[in-house]
């Protein structure tokens, strides 16, 4: 299944920390390129950092859901959860993009 492929992605964890901190909630499946073997791209990015942000107003990362959708233990979406937090604490607030794209 597509989506299980897209879950196990190598750099997904870190593409959802990076959508977290830009405020993305943009992705649809026509935003997501796959190339049929590995590799995925991340396109149209349109509506990141969408004003005004609040606390009260949560992103829906589609990434995220995705890969929780597919993570069906408990511990295994807690630890995700955990390195995503780390993730976002680890971005520079002077440097808007990660080395993955």
Request: with cysteine.
């Given at each position: 299944?597509?989506?299980?492929?897209?879950s196990d992605?190598?750099?997904?964890?870190?593409?959802?920390?990076?959508?977290?901190?830009?405020?993305?909630?943009?992705?649809?499946?026509?935003?997501?390129?796959?190339?049929?073997?590995?590799?995925?791209?991340?396109?149209d990015h349109?509506?990141?950092?969408?004003?005004?942000?609040?606390?009260?107003?949560?992103?829906?990362?589609?990434?995220?859901?995705i890969k929780?959708?597919?993570?069906?233990?408990?511990?295994?979406?807690?630890?995700?959860?955990?390195?995503?937090?780390?993730?976002?604490?680890?971005?520079?607030?002077?440097?808007?993009?990660?080395?993955?794209?």
């Open positions: 299944m597509l989506l299980n492929i897209l992605w190598p750099d997904i964890n870190r593409a959802i920390g990076f959508d977290e901190w830009i405020a993305n909630g943009d992705w649809h499946i026509g935003n997501i390129l796959f190339d049929g073997a590995n590799q995925f791209y991340l396109i349109n509506l990141d950092m969408r004003q005004p942000l609040s606390p009260d107003t949560p992103i829906n990362n589609y990434l995220l859901n929780l959708f597919c993570t069906p233990d408990e511990i295994g979406r807690q630890r995700i959860k955990n390195q995503l937090a780390a993730i976002v604490n680890d971005i520079s607030p002077d440097k808007a993009t990660l080395d993955i794209f």
